[in-house]
């Protein structure tokens, strides 16, 4: 029997938490976990009765997989490469998987810094918010060579649905940014929706179980629409981190001369609404932005 892979699990958030908890569960291999926090990482090992590293060195030098699932490029530029950093001490030969949504820019600058080392690099972003996490059914988008990702589906399957190859590196994150336009106009179209309807006195319950049965609907009308209508907010993915993501997909679309009017006009009223105290409201809360600016 062939022994188990050193897995190491970096950035213990809200999505990386459960993730981590989900892989070592699955006993299928040697997992160690390490968060800047060390307050995160005490209470995972407590709950899943796992190792915790006490430095980034002890975290990776002895890993065959490193997986990382930060919030933005800043902090992975962090993590990665500054003094203290995980790059000098990664293991050659090894496989580095990073969950975190970030630019398409940092995703190759990840890659091309790592192939110095031999290491090899998959751009894994994930769909699917808390609750997928937490119930192990996220949505994996990665970029990169089609042979590491089979080595390492096995462990990215213990706390996801589906996997998707879309092609080289950095194209995990191009889908993502699609994945995150598509659910801001969603969104927007949801909120007007409602709107409407309040305004039209109709009953929300029979509403939303009439059209959530047809071509209107999504997932983000069938587990969103209720507590929009009820103005709760306070829960999901916050707006803090839908603006850094649809920041990404505004930058690269100057590079590919997409026009992407309706997600400028989106990622405005977030800011709009970041600004008038919702930065950790759930993105939902777009169906306010009418009524605090009138």
């Not at 699955?26 to 997992?31: A, C, M, P, Q, R």
């Not at 996801?160 to 080289?168: E, H, P, Q, W, Y």
């Not at 999504?218 to 209508?229: D, E, F």
């Not at 997409?258 to 800011?271: A, G, K, M, P, V």
Request: charged fraction near 20%; proline fraction near 1%; charge should be negative.
């Amino acid at each position: 029997m062939s022994s188990k892979k050193n897995v190491t699990f970096i950035g213990l958030g809200t999505m990386g938490y459960p993730m981590a908890g989900h892989l070592s569960n699955s006993g299928l291999f040697k997992v160690r976990v390490f968060n800047r926090s060390s307050e995160k990482s005490t209470k995972w090992g407590d709950e899943y009765q796992g190792r915790v590293a006490t430095s980034i060195e002890d975290a990776v030098k002895d890993a065959d997989v490193v997986i990382t699932c930060t919030g933005r490029d800043e902090d992975m530029m962090e993590i990665v490469f500054s003094d203290g950093g995980m790059m000098p001490h990664l293991k050659e030969g090894s496989i580095f998987i990073d969950h975190t949504t970030t630019s398409f820019k940092l995703a190759k600058h990840l890659n091309e810094s790592l192939r110095s080392k031999n290491i090899d690099f998959i751009d894994a972003p994930v769909s699917g918010g808390e609750a997928g996490a937490v119930n192990g059914v996220l949505s994996v988008m990665a970029g990169g060579d089609s042979d590491v990702l089979e080595s390492c589906e096995a462990i990215m399957q213990t706390y996801s649905k589906s996997i998707t190859l879309m092609g080289d590196v950095g194209s995990g994150q191009l889908a993502k940014m699609v994945n995150q336009i598509c659910i801001a106009g969603l969104l927007q179209g949801l909120s007007e929706g409602l709107l409407f309807a309040e305004s039209e006195n109709l009953d929300m319950d029979k509403l939303l179980s009439a059209i959530s049965g047809g071509a209107a609907q999504s997932w983000q009308m069938v587990n969103r629409g209720k507590t929009m209508h009820q103005r709760e907010f306070d829960f999901g993915f916050a707006i803090k981190w839908m603006v850094k993501d649809l920041g990404y997909c505004l930058d690269q679309a100057k590079g590919n001369k997409t026009n992407l009017s309706f997600t400028q006009e989106i990622y405005d009223r977030y800011i709009n609404l970041m600004d008038k105290g919702h930065t950790y409201s759930d993105t939902s809360v777009l169906m306010v932005f009418d009524e605090l600016n009138r």
